[in-house]
T-cell receptor, first 113, second 119 residues
Framework: AQSVSQHNHHVILSEAASLELGCNYS??????LFWYVQYPGQHLQLLLK??????LVKGIKGFEAEFIKSKFSFNLRKPSVQWSDTAEYFC???????????FGTGTRLKVLA | KAGVTQTPRYLIKTRGQQVTLSCSPI?????VSWYQQTPGQGLQFLFE???????NKGNFPGRFSGRQFSNSRSEMNVSTLELGDSALYLC??????????????????FGPGTRLTVL
């Protein structure tokens, strides 16, 4: 079955630390990839997306992600986190031929000031 | 543009009852998807509607159903509620599939959700 895995469920970092959140999917075909963020008390909003082209994607608020097809991965990175990055982060994938989004279980990030 | 709106925002029901949730997508969006969000499970896809037709379906029992109206507004119904149905139900709208390419993809925009508590 098609699935998305986020291996880090909870991450705690100090401000200015670097961040990398893992996302892997189980499908060998064409995919579209997304990272969404949910700040406390707010709606889910899109951080970045990958459809095709340059596998290094830049999003809002200094986030970026790299699509590595051979590893079925789309890891999210930020070189220096801020307290305001405290949120839950979700990786999502749509698989070729379907508009069905499959989400990972999410990673709760807490940034200590 | 107004965002995705969901009503009601909070609901408390008892086991065995049924509930209907409503979602109004962003103007011009014809795709509406529904998700169930619970701690530890993330977002579980329920179904997606496009132009009044269910286009995709997740792995939920038949107690969960939905529909979409000609103005793209969508409703989700859960019958015979169970304690395990307590969750945040999210609606998302998108204009994917509406571009020059019928397979065009685009991001989903999420509403604030309806928090359902089943007692």
């Amino acid at each position: 079955a098609q699935s998305v895995s986020q291996h880090n469920h909870h991450v705690i970092l100090s401000e200015a630390a670097s961040l990398e959140l893992g996302c892997n999917y189980s499908y060998g075909g064409t995919v579209n990839l997304f990272w969404y963020v949910q700040y406390p008390g707010q709606h889910l909003q899109l951080l970045l997306k990958y459809f095709s082209g340059d596998p290094l994607v830049k999003g809002i608020k200094g986030f970026e992600a790299e699509f590595i097809k051979s590893k079925f991965s789309f890891n999210l990175r930020k070189p220096s986190v801020q307290w305001s990055d405290t949120a839950e982060y979700f990786c999502a994938v749509t698989f070729s031929g379907t508009y069905k989004y499959i989400f990972g279980t999410g990673t709760r990030l807490k940034v200590l000031a | 543009k107004a965002g995705v709106t969901q009503t009601p925002r909070y609901l408390i029901k008892t086991r065995g009852q049924q509930v209907t949730l409503s979602c109004s997508p962003i103007s011009g969006h014809r795709s509406v998807s529904w998700y169930q969000q619970t701690p530890g499970q993330g977002l579980q896809f329920l179904f997606e509607y496009f132009s009044e037709t269910q286009r995709n379906k997740g792995n939920f029992p038949g107690r969960f159903s939905g529909r979409q109206f000609s103005n793209s507004r969508s409703e989700m119904n859960v019958s015979t509620l169970e304690l395990g149905d307590s969750a945040l139900y999210l609606c998302a709208s998108s204009n994917h599939g509406q571009g020059k390419s019928r397979s065009s993809y685009n991001e989903q925009f999420f509403g604030p959700g309806t928090r359902l508590t089943v007692l």
